[in-house]
């Protein structure tokens, strides 16, 4: 509820709704009374709108959204009536003023924020645009390039930089409210016209219409398909080109289409989905509510790689001390300075700089090749490379050095917890810890318990990904685990398709405008294919140890590509070489070029093996890298290894690249139909009987034959007895 009190000249209208103050119906009409209150009495002279609790308000509940009488149009008018107020009104801007929380203060005539106060127009995060006036608005205060950048991105500023944007009119480092009052006393009886944004022109920008034409351009690449953004500026461009009353309508009528998007809705499920895995559960009944997590007071990280240096940056961040450690000092020197590198890099974007984080202090960052010097910390995150051997034999020396209550993670990508843990004497504390290259970056980190992993470790796990704000999702111990079991399909697929006719370059084309960030070949070269060709070695599924007379491409009975293989044998193993899929300009170059030599290469080995080359449409490259990628989803559901379908959709959409706006694949599949994912792969099942990540999960089929139930419903259909321990 919004609460209005009195006592001076100054009328105080209060935000009630914990704990962010969201504008509930509620709130709104609180609101509104306390305006018209206001102006009816004649002791008032100015009013003041703050948020209970320190906090202004984070706008409207975005479960509110799917409901008819939702927000925007009732919020709108509010702001109008703020703003035609005929006595001043100023916002007191503490915590958050996002949303309709920020265009309720831009409706007021004067807005004051607190110096750690945040401010943003998240909206089209979750496929919306700002639906209360604030694409007309805004503009009008702090000029077309920021506004627009604000809008399409939905990024929060800090109260310094909206004080540099002309957003508010004064930061204040202690009592905002106090503040606030002062202002509106001092502005009582002084012109409002001047304040009133809807009556101010557009700042003019040096032909407008070149600038809105080329950020229109750079707004569609960064949507990839989403049209969120790209709405947005439809709204701001009507700002600039209509009167005020006719950018209003044009807001509303472009926010009404994107509320009626299947886009809105899948965002919307994205954004719930993150908040529903925080709520873990195991099979064997662990959960969130009942485990607590053990403090994290210092870490230690094994292994300076690439992975290593970003988790060692991401621990740094969070002002968790740390202790990297290497095997000799060549390593370590070099390990040393790519740390530094990247903390020095992270510092030049933060607010106070180098000094806030501290990280030539040795108490902060410690570097050593001594693993006595692990003897007191809490946690330790080993992220040398893929080899079992090697693992265990780090295992076992944490096991003896480490204190008793310690915790141990592995960032393996794919190798069995179980097994790293049987080195230990304390497989309880044993855990997977996958974080996502680079891991400084990454928002998902993927944590995986084995047989004997306790509860404690699995909450203690899940409360280090949020102190790193990163999302935490908890699964089960398979091959590959969740991300990347799903992924294997996936580039199967893409590279079968290669020796069936098509090219890299068309792959990825299709892929991108899909909306992945980058396709699977040119992932493949970024990654670098000998990452998973040693993989396979160790398989036994190439290489020396491969038996003599295996069929070329056949392993076990099943097809196989050994074009991977073939292509690391010729020394391509991607950007690191200057050619993979692809060739590059140099090595460690980042710009892909389809490759003339690839694609004769394609023919010759087409030719030897007798493939007859045919052409490939976009909708079964589409459907075979995403429907065998989602089928291996429902095995992994059926299989109890994830605990809902959107577990698998917070995966893949921060730690793969899968677009946002589809909400994810099990979604996607949810969206496209069940009955059509699993008509699909039975027909390419058919035509390719030898590919079991083709032939459709039993739980895909069971689904359809229960007639296709929403996504929330899919879990009551598995019966509980087939669950992984």
């Not at 994290?296 to 060692?312: S, Y």
């Amino acid at each position: 509820m919004a609460q209005d009190t009195r006592g001076s000249a100054v009328a105080v209208i209060r935000l009630r709704n914990p704990p962010v103050n969201t504008l509930s119906l509620a709130v709104l009409q609180a609101l509104e009374d306390g305006l018209k209150k206001a102006d009816a009495d004649p002791s008032v002279k100015a009013v003041m709108i703050c948020g209970e609790n320190g906090k202004f308000s984070a706008g409207a509940d975005i479960r509110g959204f799917s409901s008819p009488k939702r927000h925007g149009g009732a919020l709108g008018p509010i702001v109008s009536l703020i703003e035609s107020s005929e006595k001043p009104v100023v916002a007191a801007i503490e915590g958050v003023a996002l949303g309709g929380g920020l265009e309720v203060a831009l409706g007021c005539h004067y807005r004051i924020a607190h110096v750690k106060a945040r401010m943003g127009l998240p909206e089209v995060t979750i496929g919306l645009l700002p639906g209360a006036e604030g694409t007309q608005r805004l503009p009008r205060l702090i000029g077309v390039p920021a506004a627009l950048d604000m809008i399409t991105t939905g990024k929060h500023i800090p109260a310094t930089e909206a004080l540099k944007l002309g957003l508010v009119d004064e930061i204040v480092e202690e009592n905002t409210i106090e503040a606030a009052i002062r202002l509106a006393n001092k502005v009582i009886g002084q012109p409002l016209g001047p304040r009133r944004l809807s009556l101010r022109p557009v700042p003019k920008v040096p032909n407008m219409e070149a600038f809105l034409r080329e950020a229109a351009v750079k707004v569609k690449q960064r949507a990839r398909g989403c049209l969120a953004p790209e709405l947005c500026l439809q709204a701001v461009r009507a700002a600039t080109e209509t009167p005020f009353a006719e950018g209003v309508r044009r807001e509303r009528e472009l926010f009404r289409v994107l509320l009626s998007s299947g886009q809105a809705r899948a965002l919307q499920y994205a954004f719930f989905a993150e908040r529903a895995v925080h709520r873990w559960a195991t099979p064997a009944g662990a959960s969130w509510s009942s485990a607590a997590p053990q403090p994290v007071r210092k870490a230690a990280v094994i292994g300076l790689g690439t992975m290593g240096r970003g988790i060692v940056t991401s621990l740094v961040k969070a002002s968790i001390p740390v202790v990297a450690l290497e095997q000799d000092l060549e390593y370590l020197n070099k390990g040393r300075k790519a740390v530094m590198l990247l903390l020095e890099r992270e510092a030049m974007k933060m607010e106070g700089g180098a000094q806030s984080l501290d990280f030539h202090n040795p108490a902060r960052l410690q570097f050593t090749v001594d693993f006595d010097l692990l003897h007191d910390v809490d946690l330790v995150i080993e992220a040398v490379f893929e080899n079992m051997a090697l693992k265990k034999e780090i295992f076992h020396k944490l096991s003896k050095i480490c204190k008793p209550g310690a915790l141990l993670c592995t960032n393996t990508s794919a190798l069995n917890i179980d097994e790293i843990a049987s080195a230990t004497s304390r497989p309880q504390q044993v855990i997977g810890t996958h974080f996502f290259s680079p891991a400084h970056v990454m928002r998902l980190l993927e944590i995986i318990y084995g047989r004997h992993t306790s509860p404690t470790a699995i909450a203690t796990a899940m409360q280090l990904a949020k102190a790193l704000k990163k999302v935490g999702v908890v699964v089960g111990n398979c091959f590959g685990f969740v991300g990347n079991r799903m992924m294997f399909p996936y580039v199967q697929q893409a590279v079968f398709l290669l020796e069936e006719g098509s090219r890299p370059e068309a792959v990825d084309q299709v892929l991108e405008d899909f909306g992945f960030k980058i396709g699977p070949f040119r992932m493949s070269d970024l990654a670098g294919l000998d990452v998973g060709w040693r993989s396979r070695q160790g398989q036994g599924l190439t290489g020396p140890s491969l038996p003599a007379g295996t069929p070329a491409r056949q392993r076990q009975g099943q097809r196989y590509s050994p074009l991977p293989d073939l292509l690391c044998e010729h020394g391509r193993f991607g950007q690191k070489t200057a050619k993979g899929w692809y060739r590059y300009e140099k090595a460690g170059g980042r710009t892909a070029t389809p490759d003339p030599w690839l694609h004769s290469f394609l023919s010759h080995y087409r030719d030897t093996h007798g493939i007859r080359a045919r052409f490939i449409d976009q909708e079964e490259i589409l459907e075979r890298c995403l429907f065998s990628l989602i089928n291996e989803g429902f095995a992994i559901l059926a299989e109890g290894i994830a605990s809902g379908p959107e577990h698998l959709d917070v995966i893949y959409i921060n730690g793969y690249g899968w677009p946002r706006h589809t909400g994810g694949p099990m979604f996607y599949a949810s969206t496209v139909g069940l009955p059509r994912v699993l008509a699909k792969l039975q027909k390419y099942s058919e035509a390719h009987p030898d590919v079991p990540g083709l032939r459709p999960s039993a739980f895909l089929k069971k689904l359809v034959a229960v007639g296709n139930p929403p996504i929330k419903e899919w879990m009551s259909y598995l019966s509980q007895q087939n669950s992984k321990l």
